[in-house]
């Protein structure tokens, strides 16, 4: 038997095919449907469309689905394309193996013909008998010969040949529609004339670039600070998007990227020389295509600590390290620095807590608007340039207990003194006989800011200084040249941006103080109040006027709506896509089928429930059962000057823990209360917080709509539980002769939870002083946000919410779902931290942390 032939049959008969022969290979172009002389983009995109309809879990054949691959492997590696395009096989055979390892593939080239090698033999009787040829004729045939297309060369013909083709390299960007974007637009009077001041802001869905070239990256944008640089913008025309730093996460990627890939969490922060506030690199919107060079990597150390909206931060922490890194390394513990800026966003905040880390006295100038605008004028160093300043201007009422208010925060954040202008400062100094700083950062910008602090420094002589760090109000700086010549100073500026693409050691460096600086707010040594608005959701008119008003510390920090929720609310600018919806809309309504009297009745009645809870008229508040069981009793029971209330899960736990607390109590009482010993706890002690939706997040995203019969009930023992929390309470405070407003709420789990829910809805017949809540479960965000509208008492309330970094019972959406809704309690300041390696669980670091808070929380 012929066993070394290979063998087909065709009709019965048998075929011997020649040694060395293999089946035929499919057209693998007509697979993909693409031409034979297509481009690898062109490959790619024909293959992405192929694969979507040809996939199994869509119904197609899976064989035909294997084949599909097969062939995009095969056109897309460029020496099987080039082999199949050649012999029509995607393997060699054994032969051509050899031959392409013998020699490195000398011999693997084609065997010249017969018709060649008779042309190639030389008749030297016939070259003797035509004579010798005339240079002239040979240069003339080649001439002739040679290939007139090689001979020119465009710049299209060398980025294609010699390097790539740019337009070949791009790719689609995958998100089909418009998304959100922060436009800014120049103040105008009536005239038309620019106005100095805040720019005019408008969130609006715009289109974006279809394509990302080759060097560039799609970046879903997280979080961005609203800063000054974009409230004060300068701004040549309308409808810029603004914005120049922000932290996001890679989508997308272009062909030659090496040094990211898709889902890397970057900051973006361009080159000073590329972008500017007159042309900011727009990282206020929901997609943002930028270059590598323009973006930092985040270290995972710094991921798991913090949340995108304290990254975002990172540039104006690390401004305030580097300045008083360079400029304060002549300064010893003890020393003074002058600040007016201390009061205005991260970077004020930031500066006291390394100045009080590094034991350097801040004096800080508190500038208020409204506030009476005593200056220093006339000469350096004299006492009549703020003696004669008119002081007898009084500030108004509201203006007075902003500056009481910022006062007192500014010194608990570490700030020796406070005064309303320089002419105070000189004022006290000269009573109290006090040195001049020797260093001054100037914050605030403004044409007269650097002056006053420079009235307020030592001279020139002891190495005094005055860094402008500040981007101000778009304002230019004045100063009088005769001050400078007697002052003898450095005056210097410093640019975050400028530092870190100075040097590639720089970006490093960055880096490093970040990770630093996480440290410190994971042992609770560093903390910054934020403000978070949405876009699209949240009036981001509302941002800019509080990230403008100089009377508000808290740093206003933009966030953006996923793609998911942009594909979903695109439509109002597209006009395709509303069609689409419109007709989508249509057929639905056409097909659902229409909802009985039953089910109309039903949804009334959830309505009507959900509209009575946490009100008076609420079956909870007509029906109470009785106050909640205490199990501990602590610190000073005999007359405290403030209670702190603690409900948790596992009170047996819980209490040897806070046993340990009493000792750093004070003057402080400590009431230890229980849900879960109580009747009405029964239904809460049988939700599990380890259920599949609960840990995906979805069960707390429910709204309005969604909620079911469980979670009504479950929203009524909530309400239930947190009023016979506040009888117990009111009990005690009776006892002690206090009020609601010397309380301080803390407590874990589902127990924070309901105090969270009792402080906020507004339970309670007065706002407590603060609270301190770890890992709490809040059910439905989105229906304490709906609460917010029927709210009357807007007593200021500072709160901390705790996270495990390891908690799976409270997913990071449910924690940004928590803070979105908190935006609707502008009253409400509250700040949350993570507590690094902690699960869902109450322990030492727990109770470490909590010690270390309760001083920030306690009614003074």
């Known amino acids: 038997r012929p066993t070394h032939l290979n063998l087909k049959q065709e009709g019965g008969v048998r075929h011997r095919l020649p040694q060395g022969a293999a089946m035929a290979e499919p057209d693998y172009y007509e697979l993909i449907g693409v031409e034979k002389n297509a481009k690898l983009q062109e490959i790619r995109a024909k293959f992405r469309q192929k694969v979507l309809a040809e996939h199994p879990d869509k119904g197609g054949d899976p064989k035909a689905f294997q084949l599909l691959n097969k062939a995009y492997n095969v056109l897309t590696d460029q020496d099987k394309r080039a082999l199949y395009d050649s012999t029509g096989r995607t393997e060699r055979s054994a032969e051509e193996e050899f031959a392409m390892g013998f020699g490195g593939g000398r011999m693997t080239g084609h065997q010249r013909s017969k018709e060649l090698d008779a042309e190639a033999v030389v008749n030297i009787q016939d070259r003797v008998n035509k004579g010798p040829s005339e240079h002239e004729d040979g240069f003339a045939e080649w001439m002739r010969q040679r290939d007139q297309s090689e001979m020119v060369m465009t710049d299209k013909d060398f980025m294609k040949n010699a390097l790539f083709n740019a337009a070949e390299m791009s790719a689609k960007v995958n998100h089909p529609g418009p998304v959100q974007h922060v436009l ?490 229980s849900w879960d010993q109580h009747a009405a706890g029964e239904g809460l002690k049988d939700f599990s917080v380890s259920t599949p939706e609960v840990l995906d997040g979805s069960w707390f995203l429910r709204d309005r709509a969604t909620l079911e019969n469980e979670d009504l009930d479950h929203l009524h023992d909530v309400e239930l539980l947190g009023r016979c929390m506040m009888e117990s309470v009111q009990g005690s405070l009776d006892k002690y002769g206090l009020t609601w407003r010397n309380v301080v709420l803390a407590g874990f789990g589902k127990g924070a939870g309901l105090l969270f829910y009792a402080s906020v809805a507004r339970l309670l017949p007065q706002q407590v002083a603060g609270g301190v809540f770890f890992n709490a479960i809040v059910p439905f965000p989105a229906f304490l946000a709906e609460k917010a509208a029927k709210r009357t008492d807007r007593t200021p309330v500072k709160m901390f919410t705790i996270w495990g970094s390891r908690d799976s019972s409270t997913p990071s959406n449910y924690r940004q779902a928590l803070q979105q809704a908190l935006r609707k309690y502008p009253e409400v300041q509250c700040t949350p931290d993570t507590l690094p390696e902690n699960d869902h669980v109450f322990d030492e670091k727990s109770i470490s942390v909590l010690t270390s808070l309760l001083p920030l929380v306690l009614p003074r």
């Open 184 to 673: 800014g637009s120049p103040k105008t009077d009536a005239y038309g004339q620019q106005m100095a001041g805040p720019v005019q802001v408008q969130a609006k869905p715009r289109p974006i670039k279809k394509t990302i070239d080759h060097d560039e990256m799609l970046v879903r944008m997280l979080a961005v600070p609203l800063d000054d640089a974009m409230v004060y913008a300068e701004l040549a025309k309308g409808g810029v998007c603004l914005g120049m730093t922000g932290v996001g996460r890679i989508e997308q990627i272009g062909a030659h990227v090496q040094d990211f890939k898709q889902e890397d969490c970057v900051l973006v922060l361009p080159k000073p020389t590329k972008f500017s506030s007159q042309r900011p690199i727009g990282t206020a919107r929901t997609l943002l295509i930028c270059h590598e060079d323009d973006v930092l990597r985040i270290s995972p150390t710094i991921l798991e600590e913090l949340t995108p909206e304290q990254i975002c931060l990172a540039p104006t922490i690390v401004c305030a390290y580097i300045l008083l890194e360079n400029y304060a390394a002549k300064l010893k513990p003890g020393d003074s620095i002058l600040l007016n800026a201390a009061h205005m966003s991260a970077a004020g905040s930031a500066l006291l807590q390394l100045c009080k880390l590094l034991k350097l006295k801040p004096l800080c100038i508190l500038d208020l608007p409204g506030a009476p605008k005593n200056r220093v004028k006339g000469e350096y160093g004299s006492k009549t340039a703020w003696q004669e300043a008119d002081t007898r201007a009084v500030a108004p009422p509201s203006v007075r207990q902003h500056y009481e208010r910022i006062s007192e925060w500014l010194v608990t954040m570490g700030a020796e003194e406070v005064f309303p202008d320089a002419v105070a400062m000189l004022k006290w100094r000269d009573r109290n006989q006090r040195m001049l700083p020797k260093l001054a950062l100037d914050g605030i910008s403004t044409r007269e800011s650097a002056e006053q602090l420079i009235h307020c420094l030592q001279s020139g002589d002891k190495d005094s200084q005055c860094v402008v760090y500040g981007y101000g109000a778009a304002q230019p700086i004045e100063l009088n040249p005769p001050l400078l010549a007697a002052w003898g100073g450095t005056l210097l500026g410093f640019s975050l941006n400028r530092w870190v693409h100075s040097l590639s050691a720089n970006s490093a460096k960055f880096m490093s103080v970040t990770e630093n600086i996480t440290k410190l707010i994971r042992a609770n040594k560093f903390t910054l109040d934020t403000v978070l608005y949405k876009v699209g959701e949240d009036a981001v008119t509302d941002a800019f006027s509080r990230a403008a008003d100089a009377s508000d510390s808290s740093q206003v920090v933009l966030i953006f709506p996923t793609l998911e929720e942009e594909l979903r609310n695109n439509g109002g600018d597209d006009n395709a896509w509303e069609s689409k919806t419109m007709a989508a809309s249509s057929r639905a309504a056409q097909q659902a089928p229409t909802k009985t009297a039953e089910e109309e009745e039903r949804e009334r009645l959830k309505a009507d429930w959900l509209n009575l809870l946490f009100t008076d008229g609420s079956v909870a508040a007509m029906s109470p059962e009785g106050p909640l069981p205490i199990t501990l009793e602590a610190g000073n029971t005999s007359s405290p000057k403030s209670l702190i209330v603690w409900l948790g899960d596992e009170p047996a736990v819980e209490s040897r823990y806070l046993q340990g607390l009493t000792a750093s109590l004070g003057s402080s009482a400590l009431l230890c209360l």
